[in-house]
């Protein structure tokens, strides 16, 4: 959480400038500061989950919002019927 709060005030700005979508921006800090809680040095929660492929599945995912940043921001249509 402090990583997020220290970081994103300062960084946002310069994402802004670049073109990027703030709301991706979010998005792809949230899932950077899992992988660093996940991961070492940190590794605050390597002990519950104690599995290579949750960090396998968080890098493929930080691959996907790279190359497709438009999936971050993306929501399915809903209709009145589906409810």
């Not at 998005?27 to 809680?37: A, C, K, R």
């Not at 492929?53 to 929501?75: G, M, R």
């Amino acid at each position: 959480m402090s990583t997020i709060l220290i970081s994103v005030p300062v960084l946002l700005p310069f994402v802004g400038a670049l073109g990027y979508d703030a709301l991706w921006f979010g998005v792809f800090v949230t899932v950077i500061s899992t992988i660093g809680l996940v991961g070492p040095p940190v590794g605050l929660t390597v002990f519950a989950i104690q599995s290579l492929p949750f960090v396998v599945a968080d890098f493929a995912l930080v691959a996907l919002l790279v190359l497709l940043p438009e999936s971050a921001v993306w929501l399915p249509p809903v209709s009145v019927s589906d409810r």
